[in-house]
Each structure stands twice: as structure tokens, then as C-alpha cells.
């Protein structure tokens, strides 16, 4: 398995930002997809997940509204939208997948909101 996420940036507050993330290594159509952001010195939290086929989503509240997570199985590619962007967003943005019980994650991608 493997977990390729880009499109990493430095944004000013209120730009936008799109993270892709590519799997690999197994069938990505059959499992809901995850997006986890860790900002220095603070504990690694949940984003955004999304079901196998695309129809349900979740997000933490403090991305509501802003962020959109999204896939597409034929790409094998899952991606996160953001909108708004704050400064606490700034963060480094993982990719997750949970196949049969074990956990894979990405390397990350940082994402800088700064003026």
C-alpha cells in the first residue's frame, strides 16, 4: 500500500488550497478514504473522511463549511479542497487508509497559511 499526497503551499488567509492524495496497493474503490493534518506540537487529528463510493462524508467542526473532501475511484486518487484558509490550519495534511485493520498513512504535505 502506498500513499502519495501533493500539492503542498504557503497561502495567504482566506486563499484556497487542493491536496490530492494517490494510492496504490490495493483497491481503493472498496475503502473510505481519510484526510489527518498534525500542526508543531500539537496531537495528530482527523480532517475528514470519506465512504468508499464518495456519497458520505464527515468532518471535524472546524473545517465545516471550508474543506471538501472528495474522491475519484477511476484516478485512485482522494482529495481535500480548502477554502477560507486560516492560519491554524497550518499544518502538515496526511493521507489515511484502513485496509482489513491496518492502518497506512502518507508521508504528508504542508500547508502554510501566512500573510
Known amino acids: 500500500v502506498q500513499l502519495v499526497e501533493s500539492g503542498e503551499g504557503l497561502v495567504q488567509p482566506g486563499g484556497s488550497l487542493r491536496l490530492s492524495c494517490v494510492a496504490s496497493?490495493?483497491?481503493?474503490?472498496?475503502?473510505?478514504m481519510s484526510w489527518y493534518r498534525q500542526a508543531p506540537g500539537k496531537e495528530r487529528e482527523l480532517v475528514a473522511i470519506?465512504?468508499?463510493?464518495?456519497?458520505?462524508?464527515n468532518y471535524t467542526d472546524s473545517v465545516k463549511g471550508r474543506f471538501t473532501i472528495s474522491r475519484d475511484n477511476a484516478k485512485n486518487t482522494v482529495y481535500l479542497q480548502m477554502n477560507s484558509l486560516k492560519s491554524e490550519d497550518t499544518a502538515e495534511y496526511y493521507c489515511?487508509?484502513?485496509?482489513?485493520?491496518?492502518?497506512?498513512w502518507g508521508r504528508g504535505t504542508q500547508v502554510t497559511v501566512s500573510s
Open positions: 489515511r487508509v484502513n485496509v482489513l485493520g491496518r492502518v497506512y
Open positions: 496497493g490495493f483497491t481503493f474503490s472498496w475503502y473510505a
Open positions: 470519506i465512504d468508499n463510493g464518495g456519497g458520505s462524508t
